[in-house]
């Protein structure tokens, strides 16, 4: 989210740059000098997260298989802290990558820094829940079977051995 509004078009300027085996740009790649949003298809731009409590009962954790059943929707754990993420484009977001309102850009875009950005989209995370079955899954393992039984598919039936 720095420095975008200074920038150039990033589709254009991801063209000459450097780019590593897996096809991927690294922070190490980019020219000294230059600022890293401008190599960026504006990756911060393009969804919330909002901290949520942590769910210590099958009533709390079905809140959150509740959020899972929506599109565009995942819950993930980061320094034993829980986010509830949805996965939405910012309306001041300009074609070109640029941000529409730059010298208005809230607060929590100014704070945000690069050097700890999603950039080389290497992050791991405690845990990452893009289903509402993995999410049963953990709380069957935490908390034991639910009462009225499990939310879970059935196992499905082993195919035939084939001689
Ligand atoms: S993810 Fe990082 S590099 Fe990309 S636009 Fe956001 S702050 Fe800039
Ligand atoms: S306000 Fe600007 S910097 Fe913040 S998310 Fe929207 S487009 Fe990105």
């Not at 740009?25 to 000294?32: N, Q, S, T, V, Y």
């Not at 298989?65 to 986010?83: I, K, M």
């Not at 989209?121 to 953990?138: I, K, R």
């Amino acid at each position: 989210m720095n420095s975008r509004n200074r920038q150039k078009n990033y589709w254009l300027t991801r063209r000459s740059a450097p780019v590593a085996g897996n096809g991927q740009l690294r922070r190490k790649d980019i020219p000294a000098g230059e600022t890293l949003c401008f190599y960026c298809p504006a990756k911060c731009c393009h969804y919330i997260a909002l901290t949520i409590d942590r769910p210590r009962t099958w009533e709390e954790f079905d809140t959150v298989r509740w959020f899972l059943l929506h599109e565009r929707t995942a819950v993930f754990v980061d320094n034993g802290q829980w986010y509830l993420l949805v996965f939405l484009t910012c309306t001041k977001l300009q074609p070109d990558g640029r941000c529409g309102i730059y010298p208005l850009r809230p607060k929590i875009c100014r704070d945000y820094d690069t050097d700890i950005c999603e950039f080389e989209e290497n992050a791991v995370y405690d845990q990452f829940f893009e289903l509402p079955e993995q999410l049963e899954e953990y709380a069957e393992a935490l908390l034991g079977p639910r009462e009225g039984g499990s939310l879970r598919s059935p196992r499905p039936e082993l195919l035939p051995v084939l001689s």
